[in-house]
Every structure is written in structure tokens, then in C-alpha cells.
């Protein structure tokens, strides 16, 4: 037997690449319905609409992050609040990714949702002058002051779900440690 103590130079496990699948798999649906609204939806216009008026396709450029908070800001600063952070948190995320054991498979493929969905928005900032394409509406009747939810879409769907997903998970794994 050597003289190693137990776990010491043993080579860290790698994490799977296979979620990796998913962060791309967001991106191109992001894209791809973005380039879909664009090419035949007016800007400002209902483009479909289903259950009466609950759900529109609707076409909408948004210069700022959610609910339109910073669209006013000079672009320097909104490049830099709303290109490098987000890249610099994507970055972070792919780090704990690559360097942690904690995250459960199921917490790493979450993982790789909040990416897909942030490097899709990021590739609108960067590459499209009027902003990140959103086109999801949904009737909220008047809760919190909202008519209408704020437009959104796929990259911002994924970003919410996987988040909440992460958060629940991490309180259910906490509990479980804790018992």
C-alpha cells in the first residue's frame, strides 16, 4: 500500500459535459424563435394571440435588463452593465460548474439552463442595435399594477426556471443534510 492518506492525490472527478447539451439547446431555440418573431412580426404588434387575449406573440425590443430597468442608460454603461456583467456571472457559473463537487448532476444541468438562457440574451445585446428581442406576453389582470406581465422570452424563461429550480433544489438537499 502506499503511504498516501486516504482521498489525498486521488484525481478530482470531472464534471459531465453532457448538460452542456441543454445550455446549447437553449440558445438555439432562443435564437431561432427571436429570428422567427423578427421576420414576421412588426415591431410593437400582436403577432398571434390565443385564449382571447391571455396570450399574445407580440414583438417587442427591450435596451434594458428585466422590466426594462436601465434601458435609459448611455450605451457605454450599458454595455458594461448589461454585456460584461452578465458575462462576467455566466463566467462564474462555469467555474463553480467546473471546480465544485456540489452541485448534484440535476443542480449542473440547472446550471447549464442559467447559462444557455444568459449567453442568449448577451448575444442579442451584442448583436442586435435595438435591443434583446422579447415576444411573450400573458394577461396578468391587474396583479401587482400589471395588465400585462412583462414581455419576455425563451433566455429569460430559462433563466427564471432554472434559478427557482436551483433554489428549490438547494433547500430540499439542505434539508435532507440536515435531518
Known sequence: MSGTTKGKNMPKPRAP???FALTLAIIVLD??????????????TVGFSALGDFFWIVRQQNLGMAFSLL???PPPWRALLLIAFPLLLVAAVLAFYFKSREPTAFQRWILCGIVGGGIGNVIDRIFRAEGVVDFLSFKFYGLFGYQRWPTFNVADSS???C?????ISTIVIDSRRNK
Open 71 to 73: 434601458d435609459n442608460l
Open 31 to 44: 435564437q431561432a424563435s427571436k429570428a422567427i418573431v423578427v421576420a414576421f412580426v412588426a415591431p410593437g
Open 159 to 161: 433563466v427564471v426556471v
Open 17 to 19: 459535459l453532457a448538460p
Open 163 to 167: 434559478a427557482l429550480l436551483l433554489v
